[in-house]
DNA sequence: GTTATCACG
DNA sequence: ACGTACGTGATAACT
């Protein structure tokens, strides 16, 4: 017979958690809740041994009984955020047990239970319900029984008809009529008051009910009692109804979708090791890792040279293998390839370099597109491979993405890394292996193969593992439609590489050495002594100990010399001005000429950065080696910088196109706020307009002051605002940043709204998303302390905003490089900076180029107002602004 | 290796 | 009362 066992989720977790010391494991997640409520479903799984199993939660703040009865769990105290974190926890468990659960809006985890044990029992079922909530016995009946937790986590008295009827001697649905005369302390439930447990009982064993006992208001025994139910009538009628568990809720799945058929311990394991549940571990007989090391550990790997390449022709005619190309530097630009292995699952190969690039059946299939490779790092693979002389395609996973679109907020995605969350270990990591530093040395024949070989291993192993988990997390699309083709995108457009002036660079940089040595004369003779003028204590100590300049901010480590200390120093001594000079003039040569150059192909004149993609919490990309994505922009002297970047050919100009506003052009469609849209579809100055809002005036009337203060407003919404974040950067006094903020929320009430919204949702859910479907975790958001939490609330609001932007960016360059080739136009991507694309193109294709570039940045989504793109075009750089 | 500072969106 | 604006990377100084 079927069997299903439904859940109660909060209820379990919640016992769990006051029943267990506050555990916690060595990162500092809360975990009791998370071991208890496992204790118990493992120990009902294993007792009633259910063919289908559901875990209900409550969903949010509010039901439909808030309607009825305002007080509504009114008295409850707040819900500890050490319990609410480990929510999602468990969440993810029952996901790797491969148990559904369930959640409803404006419903209680009671209704869900209720409506399916009903659907249940009509089909035949039996059903076990599991709760520490005496409400729910309302629901026994022959073919339903109850498990109701006692004192301990797993200990559980077993409720059918007849336990009932021996324990209450009631009947399953006078249970809402006990709870309509007795009430709910805890639920804020009134009942009649001074009627408890016993005296309901001996009540409802003569009348029934409550309304029983309401149409023999006279006959009751004792004057108090008659005078306090006749005074009480509307609220035990009111109690009864909120104690009614509804059973016929709207349900968009059925009894089929909850089947469950056994868990699988390698899939449970690596969670309730990163929960450190040892003794949990041991019980699913998994305390050695699963699939463990010994897969990896003892690997084989065949080791071919050019003789023997033809006995494998065989091998890469397969449908999917993993590729590893290790190579002996982490910028893959500069680096040598020194191996090649690929795996099926069974067998490993492996290569050298040589081997590898002599082998013809290997080089087509590199470039056959219809053989699936799985990679780690597909952009590195593919660029190594290129310069290397190989093409390649027919890349179909990446692990390196997949794990990112995964778990977007962990910094280590690395094999090793990943095997380490994925599987709790099984591969060495490479600083391991190779040693770092100074020991760093390079393996070589049998231990390089093993090494390799098990990388490739994990790989094949991780495949399947990770394209489950995105596609659960419904981030599947975003991996296959977005991250791959952005991928190759950026492979292309790093292949290609920015042609630098190197003399203009060169000459830049004398100019600015000649102004610093001024500075430093100037700044010296100021001080009346020679000092290292870099070195923040040595500046501290003479601005504040010799010149006795007012200390408004320390550091940890002593005096704070940062610009915004410094501008406000400014008019107390003419050193201060001079200082930040000279830091803006020595950031210039250090960071900027002294750095470029060393970056630029001796034989190309170019520089090839690297954008990773696997970086930001966001979305976004990263550059680095060098960062492209932040050459001086803001102040004239190191904007100058950007006449160095030029076209690679003769007679071509560089194009850049970058989107106006797309953040605010963002939120004003997420957030559906009238006033933001009609704004943007006026395609009014944006900052003016705040401005106006916010300052209560005429177009015309808006100062330079207003505009430059809204603008400041603007980027606080982006960001999440605080009063005082705002207040620091605009420096005024908190007061009346608040002001700022309470007015700008008046004009765009519908941003307030969205914003409530999306912190509500992420203390739900414990992540956000993007447009894309792109996910950020935010487990701080429960957080008792105040900063970490305010931290998460305003990443809560500010990731969906920024988070969409880089998703339409990208989905804009990977249309952009098909429009490109389809129409055989010269024109070449060359850079992303966050909101902004930078071509060069032959002079002739210009016009044609930005009309493309407009129709194709414009296009990638459809929001409720018009993205805009400006266009300009130059002979650097610099003058295409 | 960490800290302070500052360049960008 | 609390006390940070969101997202990055490079450099120099110092531990």
């Given at each position: 017979?079927?069997?299903?066992?439904?859940?109660?989720?909060?209820?379990?977790?919640?016992?769990?958690f006051?029943?267990?010391p506050?555990?916690?494991?060595k990162?500092?997640t809360?975990?009791?809740?998370?071991?208890?409520f496992?204790?118990?479903?493992?120990k009902?799984?294993?007792e009633e041994?259910?063919?289908?199993?559901?875990v209900?939660f409550?969903a949010?703040?509010?039901?439909?009984?808030?309607?009825?009865?305002?007080?509504?769990?009114?008295?409850?105290?707040?819900?500890p955020?050490?319990?609410s974190?480990?929510?999602?926890?468990?969440?993810?468990l029952?996901?790797?047990?491969?148990?559904?659960?369930?959640?409803?809006?404006?419903y209680?985890?009671d209704?869900?239970?209720?409506?399916?044990s009903?659907?249940?029992?009509?089909?035949?079922?039996s059903v076990?319900?599991?709760?520490?909530d005496?409400?729910?016995l309302?629901?026994?009946?022959?073919?339903?029984?109850l498990l109701m937790?006692?004192?301990?986590?797993?200990d559980a008295?077993?409720?059918?008809?007849?336990?009932?009827?021996?324990?209450y001697?009631?009947?399953?649905?006078?249970?809402?009529?006990?709870?309509g005369?007795m009430?709910d302390p805890?639920?804020?439930?009134?009942?009649?008051p001074?009627?408890?447990?016993?005296?309901?009982?001996?009540?409802?064993?003569?009348?029934?009910?409550?309304e029983?006992?309401l149409?023999?208001t006279?006959?009751?025994?004792g004057?108090?009692?008659?005078e306090?139910?006749?005074?009480?009538?509307?609220?035990a009628i009111?109690?009864?109804?909120?104690?009614?568990?509804?059973?016929?809720?709207?349900?968009?799945?059925?009894?089929?979708?909850?089947?469950?058929?056994?868990?699988?311990?390698?899939?449970?394991?690596?969670?309730?090791k990163?929960?450190?549940?040892?003794?949990l571990?041991e019980r699913?007989g998994a305390?050695?890792s699963p699939?463990?090391t010994?897969?990896?550990?003892?690997?084989?790997?065949?080791?071919?040279?050019?003789?023997?390449?033809?006995?494998?022709e065989?091998?890469?005619?397969?449908?999917a293998l993993?590729l590893?190309?290790?190579?002996?530097?982490?910028?893959?630009?500069?680096?040598?390839?020194l191996?090649v292995?690929?795996?099926?699952?069974?067998?490993?190969l492996?290569?050298?370099?040589?081997?590898?690039k002599?082998?013809k059946?290997?080089?087509?299939?590199?470039?056959?597109?219809?053989?699936?490779?799985w990679?780690?790092?597909?952009?590195?693979?593919r660029?190594?491979?290129?310069?290397?002389?190989?093409?390649?395609?027919?890349?179909?996973f990446?692990?390196l993405?997949?794990?990112?679109?995964?778990?977007?907020?962990?910094?280590?995605?690395?094999?090793?890394?990943i095997?380490?969350?994925?599987?709790?270990?099984g591969?060495?990591?490479?600083?391991?292996?190779?040693?770092?530093?100074?020991?760093?040395?390079?393996?070589?024949?049998?231990?390089l193969?093993?090494?390799?070989?098990?990388k490739?291993?994990a790989?094949?192993?991780?495949?399947?593992?990770l394209?489950?988990?995105?596609?659960?997390?419904?981030?599947?699309s975003l991996?296959r439609d977005?991250?791959l083709?952005?991928a190759?995108?950026?492979?292309?457009?790093?292949?290609?590489?920015?042609?630098?002036?190197?003399d203009?660079?060169r000459e830049?940089g004398?100019?600015?050495?000649?102004?610093l040595?001024?500075?430093?004369?100037k700044i010296?003779?100021?001080?009346?002594?020679?000092?290292?003028?870099?070195?923040?204590?040595?500046?501290?100590e003479?601005?504040?100990?010799?010149l006795?300049?007012?200390?408004?901010?320390?550091?940890?480590?002593?005096?704070?010399?940062?610009?915004?200390?410094?501008?406000?120093l400014?008019?107390?001594?003419?050193?201060?001005?001079?200082?930040?000079?000279?830091r803006?003039?020595?950031?210039?040569?250090?960071?900027?000429?002294?750095?470029?150059?060393?970056?630029?192909?001796?034989?190309?004149?170019?520089?090839?950065t690297r954008?990773?993609?696997?970086i930001t919490a966001?979305?976004?990309?990263?550059?680095?080696?060098?960062?492209l994505?932040?050459?001086?922009?803001?102040?004239?002297?190191?904007?100058?910088?950007?006449?160095?970047?030029?076209?690679?050919?003769e007679?071509?100009?560089?194009?850049?196109?970058?989107?106006?506003?797309?953040?605010?052009?963002?939120?004003?469609?997420?957030?559906?706020?009238e006033n933001?849209?009609?704004a943007?579809?006026?395609?009014?100055?944006?900052?003016?307009?705040?401005?106006?809002?916010?300052?209560g005036?005429?177009?015309?009337e808006?100062?330079?002051?207003?505009?430059?203060?809204?603008?400041?407003?603007?980027?606080?919404?982006?960001?999440?605002?605080?009063?005082?974040?705002?207040?620091?950067?605009?420096?005024?006094p908190?007061?009346?940043?608040?002001?700022?903020?309470?007015?700008?929320f008046d004009?765009?009430?519908?941003v307030?709204?969205y914003m409530d919204?999306?912190?509500?949702?992420?203390?739900?859910?414990?992540?956000?998303?993007?447009?894309?479907?792109?996910?950020r975790?935010?487990?701080?958001?429960?957080?008792?302390?105040?900063?970490?939490?305010?931290?998460?609330?305003?990443t809560?609001?500010?990731?969906?905003?920024?988070?969409?932007?880089a998703?339409?960016?990208?989905?804009?360059m990977?249309?952009?490089?098909?429009r490109?080739?389809?129409?055989?136009m010269r024109?070449?991507?060359?850079l992303q900076?966050?909101d902004?694309?930078?071509f060069?193109?032959?002079?002739?294709?210009?016009e044609?180029?930005?009309?493309?570039?407009?129709q194709v940045?414009?296009?990638?989504v459809?929001?409720?107002?018009?993205?805009k793109v400006?266009?300009?075009?130059?002979?650097?750089?610099?003058?295409?602004?």
């Open positions: 017979m079927d069997k299903l066992v439904l859940i109660d989720g909060n209820s379990i977790a919640f016992r769990a006051f029943a267990l506050l555990l916690q494991n990162k500092g809360y975990t009791n809740a998370v071991y208890g496992t204790m118990m479903l493992m009902v799984l294993d041994k259910p063919s289908h199993v559901l209900a409550d949010g703040k509010t039901t439909f009984r808030h309607r009825d009865y305002k007080e509504y769990k009114g008295k409850r105290d707040k819900t955020g050490e319990f974190e480990q929510i999602p926890l468990i969440k993810e029952l996901d790797a047990f491969g148990i559904r659960h369930f959640e409803l809006d404006q209680e985890a209704d869900i239970i209720g409506t399916l009903r659907q249940a029992e009509e089909k035949g079922f076990t319900i599991v709760t520490g005496k409400d729910l309302q629901l026994v009946s022959d073919n339903v029984q937790t006692k004192k301990g986590v797993t008295d077993r409720y059918d008809l007849q336990k009932l009827k021996e324990k001697g009631l009947k399953p649905e006078q249970i809402i009529d006990l709870k005369l009430g805890s639920d804020n439930i009134p009942g009649i001074g009627v408890g447990e016993k005296t309901a009982l001996k009540l409802l064993k003569q009348f029934e009910t409550v029983g006992v149409e023999n006279d006959n009751l025994p004057k108090k009692l008659k306090r139910v006749a005074a009480n009538r509307r609220d009111l109690s009864k109804e909120l104690a009614t568990i509804l059973c016929d809720v709207p349900l968009d799945f059925g009894l089929d979708d909850l089947k469950y058929e056994g868990f699988e311990a390698e899939r449970v394991a690596p969670l309730l990163k929960l450190e549940f040892k003794s571990l699913i305390d050695e699939h463990d010994t897969g990896l550990e003892a690997i084989s790997v065949e080791m071919i040279g050019p003789e023997e390449t033809s006995q494998w065989d091998f890469l005619r397969q449908e993993a590893f190309v290790e190579r002996s530097d982490e910028n893959y630009h500069r680096a040598e390839v191996a292995t690929l795996s099926d699952g069974k067998q490993r492996f290569m050298d370099w040589e081997t590898a002599g082998w059946a290997f080089r087509d299939w590199l470039q056959d597109g219809k053989r699936e490779k990679c780690y790092d597909v952009k590195a693979t660029v190594v491979l290129e310069r290397h002389g190989l093409e390649s395609k027919g890349y179909t990446d692990v993405l997949a794990s990112y679109l995964i778990h977007p907020s962990e910094s280590g995605h690395e094999l090793s890394d095997m380490e969350r994925k599987r709790g270990g591969l060495p990591e490479d600083d391991a292996v190779y040693g770092k530093g100074a020991k760093r040395r390079q393996l070589e024949g049998k231990e193969a093993e090494h390799l070989a098990r490739t291993e790989i094949y192993q991780l495949k399947p593992e394209e489950r988990e995105l596609e659960e997390n419904n981030l599947d991996f977005l991250e083709p952005v190759h995108v950026l492979a292309r457009m790093e292949m290609q590489g920015v042609k630098v002036d190197r203009r660079l830049i004398e100019e600015l050495e000649e102004r040595q001024e500075l430093t004369e010296h003779g100021l001080a009346g002594t020679e000092f290292n003028i870099n070195s923040p204590k040595q500046l501290g003479i601005l504040f100990d010799k006795n300049l007012p200390v408004l901010k320390k550091t940890k480590t002593g005096y704070s010399t940062s610009a915004d200390v410094l501008e406000k400014a008019p107390q001594h003419e050193i201060v001005g001079e200082i930040l000079h000279y803006q003039v020595g950031k210039l040569i250090s960071t900027y000429v002294e750095g470029l150059l060393k970056e630029i192909d001796d034989s190309t004149g170019k520089i090839h954008f990773h993609q696997a966001t979305g976004r990309l990263s550059s680095s080696d060098p960062n994505q932040n050459i001086p922009v803001r102040l004239e002297e190191g904007r100058r910088l950007r006449q160095v970047f030029i076209p690679s050919e007679d071509w100009l560089i194009l850049s196109a970058d989107y106006s506003q797309i953040e605010l052009r963002v939120l004003a469609h997420l957030s559906g706020d933001l849209l009609e943007f579809r006026k395609d009014m100055d944006i900052h003016t307009k705040t401005a106006m809002d916010v300052f005036v005429s177009e015309d808006v100062t330079s002051l207003m505009r430059r203060q809204a603008k400041a407003v603007n980027f606080g919404i982006v960001y999440g605002i605080s009063d005082y974040g705002l207040s620091q950067n605009l420096n005024i908190r007061k009346e940043a608040g002001e700022f903020i309470r007015r700008y004009s765009y009430p519908g307030k709204t919204e999306v912190v509500r949702k992420a203390k739900k859910d414990g992540y956000v998303t993007t447009m894309l479907h792109r996910r975790y935010l487990p701080e958001i429960h957080s008792r302390n105040y900063n970490r939490r305010s931290f998460a609330e305003r809560a609001m500010n990731t969906p905003i920024q988070g969409s932007a998703d339409i960016i990208k989905k804009a990977v249309q952009m490089e098909e490109l080739e389809r129409e055989e024109a070449r991507l060359l900076v966050h902004e694309l930078i060069e193109t032959p002079k002739e294709e210009v044609l180029l930005s009309k493309r570039v407009r940045m414009e296009g990638p459809e929001l409720s107002v018009p993205l400006d266009v300009n075009t130059g002979k650097t750089w610099y003058e295409a602004k």
